[in-house]
């Protein structure tokens, strides 16, 4: 299969309706129904003609953007300038994984990508209109929604060609006795299938790793296959997601939020959901990045959550098995947090 007919694949695995998911492992659901039960959202109130004139831009100069606001004063929705990441308002929803963590994460915040990085004045641009109709009260599955798809207890999900997309995923396989699993699976590796990055550049899958995401793996299966951002072969600059968690710092696209300074950051205010975070975990006198998470938002104590894969707790999760899912509280992976990027 190449890049092209994966993407196709991955158009097809996203008709699921994420918003209200109900399984063992996990819980994303419409706050209105008991946790854990299957619902749909509320559908969006028909558009009138004169919807978008209702609309107001600001510019905010602390990290360049644009806030969204209707006629309420309600921010609907925030571009960020250089970034095709946005966060949108919309239907209230929790994510948790209750055999790993007692905490959840509830929240309005949906995370989508424009076709282009943003820019002042972008929202004038003949694009800009026809998106933002279809995204604005959108339900179907965004980048928070997708990455809750490969937790512990999701049961697998198929395409129409066959391929599984979606559903409980591993670190990697099995290594020596008393071992974590082994890192290096990449999106591919999860899917079974192999990928063209461009030309003869052809990639196989590792059979051993089906099913089986490493960190930054899971970030381009999320944002990559699942959600259409470019993606890169190697780990240098270009107009895509490299494949390490170092590259993604040092030369992958996007803007810094919060810039490697050597310590954690201490200005977490600054992070929006679905900004990538970026960790030193094994101390090494490179001080270079190893490992990379996806930011969730605070979750209902307050904290700043993360998803992410991991070894330790045997793939993606939110939860606490292996170490706290949380960028504040002291623990293992808040002491090697060292920065963020906007995609």
Known sequence: MTGRSGLAARRAGMGVLAVVVGVSGIVVGDLREDAGAAA??????????????????????????????????????????????????????????????????????????????????????????????????????????????????????????????????????????????????????????????????????DLARYGAVDCSGFVRLVFGYRSGYPLLGANGPGPGLPRRAWAMHEVGPGIAVLPDMGAPPSNLG??????????????????RIDHVAIYLGRDDAGHHRFVSSRARADGPTLGDAGGTSLLDGGGHYARAFRAAKRL
């Open 270 to 287: 600054a992070l929006q959901a679905g900004d990538l975070l970026f960790f030193d975990l094994d101390r090494a006198t490179d001080r």
């Open 40 to 205: 749909t959202a509320a559908a969006p109130p028909p558009r009138t003609a004169a919807w978008s004139s209702e609309l107001r831009y600001l510019r905010r100069d602390a990290l360049a953007r644009t806030s969204m606001v209707d006629a309420a004063g309600t921010v609907r929705a925030t571009f960020t300038d250089g970034a095709r990441t946005v966060t949108l308002d919309g239907p209230l929803r929790r994510f948790a994984e209750p055999r790993f963590t007692t905490a959840s994460v509830s929240t309005r915040v949906w995370v989508r990508l424009l076709p282009r990085p943003w820019h002042e004045g972008a929202q004038r641009e003949a694009w800009f209109q026809p998106w933002l109709a279809e995204n604005l009260d959108s339900t179907a599955p965004d980048v928070l929604a997708v990455a809750a798809e490969y937790l512990d207890g999701v049961p697998d999900g198929f395409d129409g060609g066959g391929v599984r997309v979606r559903g409980d995923a591993r670190a990697g396989p099995s290594g020596p006795p008393d071992a974590p699993p082994l890192e290096n699976s990449d999106f591919y590796d999860y899917l079974g299938i192999p990928w063209t990055f461009g030309g003869d550049d052809v990639r196989m899958p």
